[in-house]
């Protein structure tokens, strides 16, 4: 269940929300955690008998963080990605995992947000992510 302060951070909404609390939240940087409890919808086919959250939707989440970040450093309106680089995923996410996930501004260029991102499991980088947000105003 998404904390108030996540709500009022960023647009998504179950059943497409992957944070569940901001931890941290510094000037340029944030920490947010996801509870993966197995009751996920996408469970349901990826892939029954062993399951594991699909890459794209650990990047989503990494996305949801930058935006949840951008929420206090822009001017407001609609941060959507536009680029991504440097994905690399180093583990399995399975029902049962409490995501740590680390989000930094590395530059921003009028409306142009650069970011560096990473999941982890216990310590471990599971995921790992540069990332690009244009801000819409509106």
Avoid: W
């Amino acid at each position: 269940m998404a904390s108030q302060e996540v709500l009022d951070a960023i647009p998504q909404r179950p059943p497409f929300l992957f944070l569940d609390e901001i931890l941290e939240r510094g000037e340029n940087s944030i920490i947010c955690k996801k509870n993966v409890t197995g009751n996920e919808d996408f469970f349901k086919g990826h892939f029954p008998g062993n399951p594991i959250m699909p890459g794209v939707l650990l990047q989503e989440t990494c996305f949801q963080a930058g935006a949840a970040l951008m929420s206090t450093i822009g001017s407001g309106g609609l941060g959507v990605v536009s680029k991504v680089e440097k994905a690399k995923f180093k583990g399995m996410v399975r029902p049962g995992d409490e995501l740590m996930v680390f989000v930094s501004l590395a530059e921003s260029l009028g409306n142009a947000y650069y970011f560096k991102g990473k999941i982890t499991v216990l310590g471990k980088t599971v995921m790992a992510i540069n990332f690009t947000c244009a801000l819409l105003e509106g």
